[in-house]
């Protein structure tokens, strides 16, 4: 997949703002950004469900302004909203939507099976879906999206809304796709997800992509290796935080919370003992490895978006 100086535009509302990017066959490509942010346009135009208004847009080496049909007719796509017919059983979900696709019922019986052991719901392909768990839900959504082999499987948000156990769960069935060479693009507002899932990934704001790269050049280039969380009384967190900036050697920065002052450096346990040194003790402190989190909202901010 291919895009270039892609734009998509509703009215004089701009929401897709020149992006260039290519995905790679067989990888993992993540689309990271707040709300607003250009994140679903982007989706619908590679999707072939909404058009491009200018820029260039190639699918699976094909143009969906010319050739839509075909090229849906390759990809599977898993919406953030489960649309599944609840009336009908898991099983029946499966053939009705291979259907769709053209598929003869002596095709779907064996796929249909590879696909129920492939998300774990063998034993409950007779239920009735309104009778299943939010996560069963979800790997059925996820296995559905499957029924024609895709070679481009469209992922949106495909864990909100589920326990840790069944994220993990289908982290896994995500990663098994990968293994048998099946391209996947999401979007994801769990940073933790981001960096299991991707192997690379671009970070949009305002419609533009402010960032691309791996989950760790990302964190390399944007953060700093560990971060210090200290907690002061809050009324001390200024007074506190114009004392540690002193202590801090370029790139390393920091940055005040309400409840906590932020060291982003590069040994946070030193960092620590240096300011017990200058008379600074937190009342708690913590010492973690910077995260894709740190770089989101270094790279967006963090106040809320609507």
């Not at 509302?13 to 995905?23: N, P």
Request: charged share 25%; net charge neutral; glycine share 8%.
């Amino acid at each position: 997949m291919r895009a270039r100086n892609l734009h998509t535009r509703f009215g004089a509302f701009t929401a897709v703002d020149g992006i260039d990017l290519e995905v790679r066959p067989g990888e993992a490509f993540g689309f990271l950004g707040p709300n607003g942010a250009g994140k679903s346009s982007t989706m619908r135009m590679i999707g072939c469900v909404a058009p491009v208004t200018s820029g260039e847009l190639t699918i699976l080496g094909m143009d969906p302004a010319t050739q839509g049909p075909q090229i849906r007719a390759r990809l599977g796509v898993a919406p953030q909203q489960d649309t599944l017919d609840n009336e009908l059983t898991v099983r029946d979900n499966l053939y009705v939507y291979g259907r769709y696709f053209g598929m003869s019922r002596g095709q779907l019986r064996p796929r249909v099976t590879e696909l129920l052991e492939f998300a774990q719901l063998t034993d409950r392909a007779g239920s009735r879906v309104e009778t299943l768990s939010g996560g069963m839900k979800r790997r059925l959504t996820v296995a559905r999206s499957l029924i024609n082999s895709p070679d481009l499987l469209l992922l949106d948000e495909p864990t909100t809304g589920l326990d840790p156990q069944a994220r993990h769960l289908l982290w896994d069935r995500l990663y098994r796709l990968k293994q048998q060479g099946v391209t996947l693009v999401l979007t994801t507002h769990y940073m933790d997800e981001a960096e299991q899932l991707c192997d690379r990934l671009v970070v949009i704001d305002g419609g533009r992509i402010v960032a691309e790269g791996s989950p760790q050049a990302l964190i390399a280039q944007y953060s700093t290796r560990e971060v210090a969380e200290l907690r002061f009384p809050p009324e001390r967190n200024a007074e506190a935080a114009t004392r540690l900036e002193a202590l801090l050697a370029p790139p390393e920065r920091i940055e005040v919370l309400p409840d906590r002052v932020l060291l982003y450096v590069a040994d946070g346990e030193h960092a620590l003992a240096r300011a017990h040194e200058h008379g600074l003790a937190p009342v708690s402190a913590l010492v973690r490895r910077s995260t894709l989190e740190d770089v989101f909202l270094r790279l967006t901010g963090r106040s809320l978006v609507d």
